[in-house]
């Protein structure tokens, strides 16, 4: 007996909003399947608001509002059964990010989830992370978002601690970053790293997906720490208007991607990390599952 249900995740971060729709596929004696349907990614940069004036431009607020209909309107074409909307860093800080959640239940019938750096982490550490990692190694996982970033150490398949910091892409651009943040975030690496002899760096996030995509590795092989070093001064050698016309990047990508690199490699350098791999997942991957595997605990209680 072969049953395919379609959810869908809003995942509202400070650099973009994302609605993935994925195929549910369940089939008696086998595991369930989860299959990307669709992705639509709007660039609505909610952090550039809060991280300088502490609130949502009405500009923002109203992109938002027609973002979310227009989402609704494509779960109801597909015929989604079943969603989760989850606000991060840029609506958990604005002084008016209550309002604006408010505004889009009302406007779009969407309620929105905001979520904390912690919770986070933990649904972005919740995706398949075991069909990408090998159980006899240790990694340091590495979610870059635009205002935040999470980290977490897996051993031998098991997350063993994890942690947001306030370093995000949006907030580096700005120049928000304290340099007492970089020191803390270099302390909790190498604390936590120190008594592995080897560790592997994984990333998720639009910016590292993109580097690699432009690396043309082979999926499941990893870049060096050579190759992103190497790019991330090929990047910086180019204005941000030739990276649009010279490097194909898409403008809400040509200026996040450099501090991106930078959050990644430094992870690398402070865990002594010589590969990173990029098995494309994250947030809104991590939702999509959190919302069968709730489904499923409640039918079975």
Known sequence: MLSIKKYAAIDIGSNAVRLLISNIIEQKGRPVQFKKNSLVRVP???GADVFIKNKISKENTARILDTMLAFKLLMKSHKVVKYKACATSAMRESDNGAKVVEAVLKHAGIKI?????????AIIAAT????????NKIYLYVDVGGGSTEFTVIDHGKQVISRSFKIGTVRLLNDMVRKETWQ????????NTKVYDKIEVIGSGGNINKIFKISGKAMGKPLTYFYMTSYYNTLQSYSYEERITELDLNQDRADVIIPAMRIYMSAMKWSGAKNIYVPKIGLADGIIKSIYYDTVSSNTQ
Do not use: S
Not at 113 to 121: L, N, Q, R, S
Not at 184 to 191: K, P, S, V
């Open 113 to 121: 989830d905001v979520i904390d750096g912690e919770e986070e982490a």
């Open 44 to 46: 609505i940069r909610l």
């Open 128 to 135: 398949d992370l075991n069909k990408f990692i090998e159980p």
């Open 184 to 191: 803390e975030l270099q302390t909790w690496i190498g604390d």
